[in-house]
């Protein structure tokens, strides 16, 4: 059973819509990590003390319950608008009521405690969905009616749900943990590492509500306070009290960005919302007349710039991203990158940097884009029954163009309907030819059974050659370790209808992993587009940054770990490859 990780958001970090894609990336990074989450959320900022004044002005005194039912449209607006902007990143999540999970409130309707939830009911909608999204605030009384947590319910929500479920719980805020002053107004605030309840009743009170507070005493219930997707946070419920060590004012990583296409325009939109993790130093491009918007370059040599902390790889192709990758990870720099051919094809070159706590190329995008395929597997690795199988459709451009052939569109057509919706490659031929999916099927090996498959040596058809009754097809990865062998293949498959597979809509991947006990784990997500594979790149990032200001590795995902040490790793040279990628023309 996955751990569950309940997350609050609260109106200090989501003060408007334009915030959601921090929650995202939160979500995600616990989402990857194995976990089921349950996101609870608060009103945007300033919304409901707009809400409480209209509830007044309409209902007075008289109608207490009419007033919360009013007062909570504020945190089902959030988390309804988080939900869309999961989906939007490829991202499977459901929002659940308050009733639908019998969250049962005590006391007044502008001020009741929660009592009782239906357990069975989240682990039925976690069934469904990874990602269950709840509007915090308020629960319902005996008669089904609408009653509110109190200010700052949220956090009750949180550490009560938390309690209930034997999940842990970390609330979100605008600092990175509990102060013994205000960091916003002193220069001199210091920063708990660890809280005892003693000292958190004291100093914590304006950061968390009292009420929720003290109920996590009462249960004993520890839980973390801090910034989302940071390194950083203060622990309370601990033993004793332990201060953050004094800091010298660490910088931001620098970032190179090689590609402002479809990912890497995503990938740039979304590291600007983390200017004190994260800085662009430069980004490369192909053409600068394309970007009138943004500062670009054209000098490749950037990637070996002794300044640069991090290299992300979104040219996409082959020969020129891996002179790029090569050369930056020879000068010492972390890559990260979504680029499966480039990895898949110098395998024997790379693989020496993607192990290890210290490792230096990140590609969990490579495969399954949001979907947390690599992840998944190596945390698999640490279970008694290993993998007997996979079988896994993941191509998104294929699942698009399958669909469209269905419906009567011609292989143009439905090429075309593929590049509109950013699913596409410029050149479409080597998804359409089942080599992409070989290449993500290798690395799948590698990460599931420890021994690498070439992708060429896979046998692979392909849809190019398909005929125009696609219906019911899908383009099916295979692989599958029978004693000392493993057996792997890429083909179209006829899917049984309302099967798994056969649900499968238009990009979304999908994935069967069979472990030797018989049990058989499922994955679906969006494997394709803009933002499910800038978002699993931000997820690797994420991973860097907080390794690179902690010193500690990030459990449990290290990407093909144990075949990484394979005997036939070449590790890079840096001899020639720093100095040739001057010469390179874009």
């Known amino acids: 059973m996955s751990m569950i990780e309940v997350l609050k958001f609260g109106s200090s970090v989501l003060r408007t819509a334009d915030e959601l894609p921090i929650a995202v990336d939160e979500i995600y990074r616990h989402w990857r990590s194995g976990c089921r989450v349950l ?58 009521e308050p009733h639908e999970i019998g969250l049962l409130a005590q006391g007044s309707s502008l001020d009741s405690s929660p009592a009782w939830v239906d357990v069975a009911a989240l682990e039925r909608f976690w069934r469904d969905s990874p990602i269950l999204v709840l509007p915090g605030f308020y629960g319902v009384d005996a008669d089904g009616r609408t009653a509110l947590f109190g200010r700052g319910g949220s956090d009750m929500s949180a550490l009560f749900l938390a309690a209930e479920l034997g999940g842990r719980c970390r609330l979100l805020k605008d600092v990175s943990g509990v102060f013994d002053e205000d960091p916003a107004g002193s220069t001199h605030a210091h920063r708990y590492t660890a809280l005892s309840w003693a000292t958190a009743i004291d100093v914590a009170g304006p950061l968390i509500q009292s009420k929720a507070l003290s109920f996590a005493q009462t249960r004993a219930l520890p839980f973390e306070v801090g910034r989302p997707n940071e390194h950083s946070y203060t622990r309370v419920g601990h033993a004793h009290d332990e201060w953050a060590a004094p800091t010298s004012g660490a910088v931001p990583l620098r970032v190179v960005l090689l590609g402002c296409g479809v990912v890497g325009r995503g990938v740039y939109e979304l590291l600007k919302r983390y200017p004190q993790t994260f800085e662009i130093s430069h980004v490369v491009v192909r053409d600068v007349a394309n970007y009138t918007d943004i500062k670009a370059t054209t000098d490749l040599s950037v990637v070996v710039n002794d300044s640069v902390d991090i290299v992300v790889e979104c040219f996409g192709g082959e020969e020129l991203a891996y002179t790029l990758i090569a050369a930056a990870l020879a000068a010492g720099k972390c890559v990260v990158t979504a680029n499966k051919a480039v990895v898949a094809a110098h395998w024997a070159q790379l693989s020496s940097y993607a192990q290890g706590s210290k490792r230096r190329l990140w590609y969990s995008a490579a495969v399954g884009g949001v979907l947390p395929v690599l992840e998944t597997f190596e945390m698999l690795a640490t279970r008694q029954s290993p993998v007997r199988g996979i079988r896994a459709s993941i191509n998104g451009t294929c699942g698009v163009v399958l669909d469209a052939r269905a419906e009567g569109k011609t292989l143009h057509e439905a090429i075309a309907l593929a590049r509109s919706g950013g699913f596409c490659e410029a050149d479409p031929a080597r998804d359409l030819s089942g080599r992409d999916s070989a290449d993500k099927l290798a690395l799948m090996i590698n990460a599931a059974f420890g021994v690498w498959l070439a992708p060429e040596t896979i046998p692979t058809r392909g849809i190019d050659d398909m005929a125009e009754n696609s219906k019911g097809y899908k383009l099916v990865a295979r692989a599958r370790r029978d004693g ?45 587009g803009r933002w499910p594979t800038a978002v699993s790149v931000m997820g690797d990032l994420h991973a860097v940054a907080r390794w690179h200001f902690t010193r500690v590795p990030e459990p449990p995902y290290c990407p093909s770990a144990r075949a990484a040490a394979s005997r036939n790793a070449e590790p890079l040279q840096a001899s020639d490859l720093s100095h040739s990628i001057v010469i390179i023309s874009a």
Request: glycine content about 8%; proline content about 4%.
């Open 39 to 96: 996101a609870v959320v608060s009103a945007f900022e300033g919304v409901t003390d707009e809400l409480i004044k209209e509830a007044a002005d309409l209902f007075g005194c008289d109608c207490p319950a009419a007033a919360a039912a009013y007062i909570a449209q504020g945190e089902h607006r959030t988390g309804a608008q988080l939900v869309a902007s999961l989906s939007r990143s490829g991202i499977p999540s459901r929002m659940v």
């Open 484 to 528: 000392q062998y493993v057996t792997a293949s890429v083909a179209p498959e006829l899917q049984q209808p309302q099967t798994f597979f056969d649900q499968a809509k238009g990009a979304e991947n999908r994935i069967e992993i069979e472990l030797e006990s018989g049990e058989m784990i499922k994955l679906c997500g969006q494997g394709a």
